[in-house]
Structure formats: C-alpha cells, structure tokens
C-alpha cells in the first residue's frame, strides 16, 4: 500500500513538474515571438529604405502597426519615425492625428517635454475637436507641469475644463488643477478650486479625492486643525473603487496631524486605529510611531501588536525566497544598498520570473526598459545592451541596481521615494517630495500623483519589511 502510495506520490510529482515545464515554456514562447515580431520589423525597415537612408512610403496601416511595434519596447525614434512617414505622404489620411499624439506621447515618454509640448499645441491647433485633440490638449498641461512651468500648467488644464465640461479627463483636469495650484505655491487658488471640484462632482470619487487633496494641502502648510478636520470627514465616507486614498492612509494623515500639533496622547490613540498587518504599509508605519510615542508605560501594548504581525510573517515565509543570492549581494555591496530591498523590488516587479515582461516592454526580474538599461548599463560594466539580454538575471540585477544608486542618491533620506521613481520617474518624484514639504515616509507617499505608483510603493515597502524581519542584510534566513 505504501509502495504505491509513493509511487503515485512521485507520478503526481512528475505531472506537476512538467505542467511547470510547459508554463515556463509557454512564456519563454511567447517572449520569442515577440522578440520575433520586432527582428522582423527592424529586417523590413532596412530594406525599405531609399539610397538617402530613409523609409520609403508604405500603407498608412502598415506604418501605424509598425510603429506600434517600436512604441511597445520604447524604440521611440524608430516609432517617430513611422509617424513621421505616415503624415508627410498622406496628409488627408484620417490617421494622422492619431500619429502626430503618438509622436507627441514617444517624445513626453522619452522625457523631452519641450518637443512633446509643441507636437501637442499644433494637435490642439489643427485638431481640437477630436478625441486625439482633448487628449493633446491635457497632455500639454502635464508637459508644462514637468518643465517646471506650474502657473501655465494649471491654465491649461483649467482650459481644458472650460473647453471640454464633458471631455474624458474633466474628472482628473479638476483634480490636476488643485495639485499644480500647490505646487505653483498658490495654496489659496488651489482651496478655490477644491471647492469648485466638490459642487461640480458632488456625492461623487471625484469630490472625496477633491477632499484628499485638501487634507494633503492642509499637512504641507501644517494647518492641523484643518487636517484633522478634514480627515475626520472623509472617513465618514464611503471609499469606492475610484478613491484615490484608503482608510488606512487617511486614519495614518489624521493621527500624524495631531501628533504634529502636539496632541501626543490623541495621537497615540489615532495610530492604534490603523490596522497593521503584512500588506498594510500605514500599519506598519504607525507601529513605528506607537513604538516611539509609547514610552515603557505602553510597551506591552506595541509588543503585542509587533508580535501579531512577526507571527504573519513567520507562517508566509514560504512565500518570500531569497534566490540570485550571490549575484544580488555583489551588486548591492559596492553600491551600498540593501540586497533586502532588491529582493522586495524583484518580488512585486516579476515575482522572480526572469522572462517576465509588461505590456509596456519591460523585461526581466527588474522589469527594466530597453532605454533605462542602455541609459545605466556602461556604468555597471554592460554596454550595447539589447532588449533580449534584459531577460537574463544577473544582467538584470546588475544594471537594475545601478539605477537604483542613482536613484538612491537623489533621494538619500527615504526609500518610499526610491521606490516611487522605479515605477512613476524620478522627475516626478521630486515634485511631490516639493510638494509634501513634511520629512514624514506616509506624507509622502499620500502625495504620490500616480494610483499605481501609490499601490506599487505600498507594496514593495511591504515587501521590505518582510524580508527585513526574515533575512539578515547578507541575506541568510534569521
């Protein structure tokens, strides 16, 4: 009986494994043909070419998928280049709008507003009736926001309101007119504004995050009584899909509010209401300010809820490996960062899959993109780098940790800002540290303009912790 117990014990065993085998298999496929797709994208381009080097004149729907191809793995000059083609032999093709927000979009992903800005004002221009209009027009306002150009950038998205009351972006226009208000230092027009959003928005997400954004305003003057206020009401309403913020963020802002007003005991109070747990980043958060405001009278109390979480962790552990050890202490080592955050990286980015690859083109246990790794890769000894390579593990953890000292260095203080820039850009990251003004790790993070940024800093931080209390910093099991 235990003889054939053991052997259909190692026949499941076998089964098991090869499903995986197919799995993996099946990514590494679908990888190829993808990779395939783009070699033979860039084989057609070399031989369609004229004897002056440039692309001769194909169908329009034939250069639109092929520089959808480039956009995919961020190839934006190939990707412009298509566009480009496109509008100079079918000026009348109903397409070119379409591709001249392409060309525009490549040039705002590539970081060159100041071209990205002038292909927007002439969509806006000669097609500001159509959708691809509306969207330009809301993508020269984010343009101005990144060139440092805030009182602009607040007009036109306030132009974008008056133009467009029904335009696909009038929810998030209003609510990006309040943020580039702070950030042009105008918190009193921005306030207008915030009441503005909530009568036009009324009973909506949008007037609840109209109000987040009042709250978060309300910290970085550190007016506390307002903030109080203000989150007091908001967690009396609902929290819908749309909501910008949580409970846990706003319970988290409240109590760090009267802690700043010197409230030390309705504080302590507060932070207790935020649930803890092994995802709840303001959790963790806020046992580190009980912990600090405790004192030995209160110890027990924040031993207890310390010790509910380690007893969390300790039975998912499973869950959290460790693997790339020798390559990840390497790279970590002579740039002076903590292997257990790479790993917390390396977890929410591809769960460790090394042939991992996002919709956007990023590849690898780092999900790098073709441009950051020829951008950071000379500096880690990897040059020439191509998309492929990006796929293979200690190329990824070597050029991704080089990324993460420039990124450390920028923002040396704190790593939820470290973790912010990997998924939403550095440039923006350093508006909403400006912005939060507080040195507080939940402050700014509240400030992040990005919902998946937001999510993706929670997490990773989350992840962080766990691995901290599971690994020592050389990253043997404690």
Excluded at 254 to 282: C, H, T, W
Excluded at 325 to 348: C, E, G, H, N, V
């Amino acid at each position: 009986m235990l003889k054939n117990l053991a052997a259909l014990l190692i026949c499941f065993s076998a089964v098991i494994t090869a499903v995986a085998a197919d799995r993996a298999a099946a990514v590494v496929a679908k990888q190829s043909a993808s990779e395939t797709t783009l070699a033979a994208v860039r084989r057609s381009d070399a031989a369609d070419r004229d004897a002056k080097g440039n692309l001769r004149k194909l169908t329009p729907a034939e250069h639109m998928r092929r520089a959808a191809v480039y956009l995919s793995v961020r190839a934006f000059a190939e990707a412009r280049a298509h566009w480009q083609t496109l509008i100079d032999n079918y000026p009348q093709d109903p397409r070119v709008a379409e591709a001249l927000l392409g060309i525009g979009r490549s040039y705002f992903l590539g970081k060159i507003y100041q071209d990205g800005y002038n292909v927007f004002n002439q969509l806006v221009r000669d097609y500001g009736a159509t959708k691809e209009g509306r969207e330009a027009l809301n993508f020269s306002a984010a343009s101005l926001l990144r060139m440092g150009k805030f009182e602009d950038s607040a007009a036109r998205y306030a132009e974008y309101v008056d133009r467009f009351p029904n335009g696909e972006r009038i929810d998030t226009a209003h609510l990006n007119v309040i943020d580039t208000l702070r950030e042009a230092n105008k918190p009193a027009e921005a306030l207008t504004w915030v009441t503005k959003t909530r009568q036009r928005f009324a009973g909506t997400a949008t007037e609840t995050n109209a109000m987040f954004a009042a709250l978060r305003l309300y910290i970085a003057e550190g007016e506390w009584s307002d903030a109080v206020l203000t989150a007091d009401q908001l967690l009396r309403r609902p929290f819908a899909k749309a909501v910008l913020t949580s409970p846990a963020e706003v319970a988290y802002l409240k109590a760090f509010s009267l802690e700043q007003a010197g409230k030390k005991e309705e504080a302590f109070n507060a932070y207790l209401m935020v649930p803890d747990g092994i995802e709840s980043y303001y959790g963790w958060l806020a046992s580190q300010r009980l912990a600090a405001l405790g004192g030995p009278s209160r110890a027990e109390i924040v031993a207890k809820r310390e010790e509910r979480v380690n007893s969390a962790i300790a039975s998912v552990a499973s869950s959290y490996p460790a693997p790339y050890r020798q390559a990840i202490l390497s790279a970590a080592k002579t740039r002076k960062l903590d292997p257990r955050f790479i790993l917390a990286l390396i977890k929410q980015e591809s769960v460790f899959k090394p042939f991992a690859k996002s919709p956007a083109g990023a590849r690898g246990l780092l999900q790098l993109t073709i441009d950051a790794a020829q951008k950071y890769g000379p500096a880690a000894g990897l040059n020439s780098l191509r998309e492929n390579q990006l796929y293979q593990p200690d190329t990824s953890i070597m050029v991704g940790a080089e990324y993460l000292e420039h990124l450390t260095k920028l923002f040396p203080q704190m790593l939820e800002p470290v973790a912010a820039s990997y998924n939403g850009g550095e440039d923006n990251v350093a508006r909403w540290l400006k912005r939060a003004k507080q040195q507080d790790p939940g402050v700014f993070t509240s400030e992040v303009g990005f919902d998946e940024t937001k999510g993706y800093v929670q997490k990773v931080m989350a992840n962080y912790r766990v691995y901290r209390r599971l690994y020592t910093p050389d990253l043997i099991r404690r």
